[in-house]
Structures are given as C-alpha cells and as structure tokens.
C-alpha cells in the first residue's frame, strides 16, 4: 500500500480492534504506524449484513466490507500532478484523490472515468467498447512498459470487471468497490500520467535542445 502520509510504498501491518456492534453491523478500528515515516494510520471498517437490490434475484443480503475510510489521516498524500497533463484528466483525478478517504466508490468512479479517457485519448483504444475491453487493448498493443502493463492488468482484476459488468460499461456510476480498488487506479493513473504525458514532454524539450544546437552550427535540425 501507499502510506496516506508520506506517499512510500510499504508493506500493510494492521492491528484490527473492535469497537462496537450496532444494529447489525460490526465496526472496527485498523491501525498501524508507517515504516517509513513512524506516523500513524487509521482505518475505520463497517463489516456486516446489508440488503441491496439485483437485477436478477431482487432483494438480497450481502455480507462484507460496507466501509472503508481513513480517517487519519483525514486526506491522503499524493503528488502534485506534473504540469504536462491536460486538465481533461487531471480534474477527474484530483477530485478522486480528495474524496478517497471519505468515499473509495465516488473516487473509483471518477478515477475510472479518468483511466478510460485517457485509453481511449491517448492509448487509442476504442471508444465504442467498454473499459474491461479498452485495458485489454491497450496491452496488447505493447505500447506501455511491462511493469505499467501489470499494473494496468491488476486494475481489471482487482476491479473484478468480469464478475461487474456495470463497472466496465458504466465507468462513471457509483458503483461497490473493493477496498484496495480505488487506491490502485489512482497508483496506476499516475503511471499513465507519466508515460502518456511527461516523458513525451521530456524527450520534445531534448530534441528542441539539440536542433536549436544544430541550427545555430548551421546543420539541418533532426524531425
């Protein structure tokens, strides 16, 4: 997991302790001190049985995780967003990344939408397919690196697509969410962010280095 303070990468060491039942809901505590930066995190979990609507077998309890919210801290560190990416994603993602602690569906939901467009914008995927199929492109076209490709494989499987048709055709909806779900597609946001985005950046500004070099010896600039 990322810590939600300092932004490193460590391994999850929680303690759980139980605080309550309610009516019919156990709610707990999940704690443990960063690694990295020795602060403190703090998770409240809702487990329990809650009744929901389906499309085929109408009124149905589910058992589980119901919540799954920081809530120290209240907000989570991530970093700033590189300059080089257009506002057409960068908005979805920064409001993602601010209701993350208080609603991982809202931020799943948005940062989902971020990923498509970006596939679609910038991976060529194609528009009229779902997000479940527009991943599977974008890998097979073996543009990205391997490692952004795994990452970008492990967002389908832990979104669990297959199983949830609804998240893969309505990206955008408010939709359950498992608990390491929205915290991995904002991870694997920022790799495409990277890759889509700033290297691309980078290797223009070298190469209009180099051709103002050329120009000023009088030499053809390189296209």
């Known amino acids: 997991m990322i810590c939600p303070h300092c932004a490193i990468g460590v391994s999850p060491k929680f303690t759980e302790q139980n605080i309550e039942y309610d009516k019919s809901d156990l709610w707990s505590i999940n704690s443990m001190t960063c690694p990295e ?7 409240l979990f809702g487990r329990g049985k809650r009744k929901i609507t389906t499309k085929n077998k109408g009124l149905v309890e589910m058992d589980g995780i119901f919540e799954n919210r920081y809530i120290l801290p209240k907000s989570i560190n991530r ?5 080089e990416v ?21 931020s799943a939901a948005l940062s ?26 974008v890998i097979d076209s073996k543009d990205l690196p391997s ?13 669990n ?18 608990p390491e779900e929205a915290e991995w597609n904002l ?37």
């Open 86 to 106: 257009d506002n057409k994603y960068k908005n979805d993602f920064e409001e993602a990344c601010l209701v993350l602690s208080d609603s991982p569906k809202a």
């Open 79 to 83: 970093d700033p967003i590189p300059k």
């Open 37 to 43: 930066c020795k602060r403190l995190i703090l998770i």
């Open 147 to 159: 490692r952004l490709a795994r990452n970008l494989h492990a967002v389908r499987e832990i979104g």
């Open 112 to 137: 989902r939408r971020s990923l498509q467009a970006i596939l679609v914008d910038k991976g060529k995927a194609s528009l009229e397919k779902n997000l479940y199929q527009q991943i599977q492109e």
């Open 187 to 223: 991870e694997v946001i920022e790799g495409l962010f990277d890759h889509y985005f700033v290297l691309p950046a980078k290797d223009q500004e070298r190469l209009d280095k180099l051709n103002k070099k050329l120009t000023d010896a009088g030499k053809k600039p390189i296209k």
């Open 161 to 178: 697509f297959a199983a949830h048709e609804r998240k893969s055709t309505h990206s955008g909806e408010i939709i359950d969410v498992e």
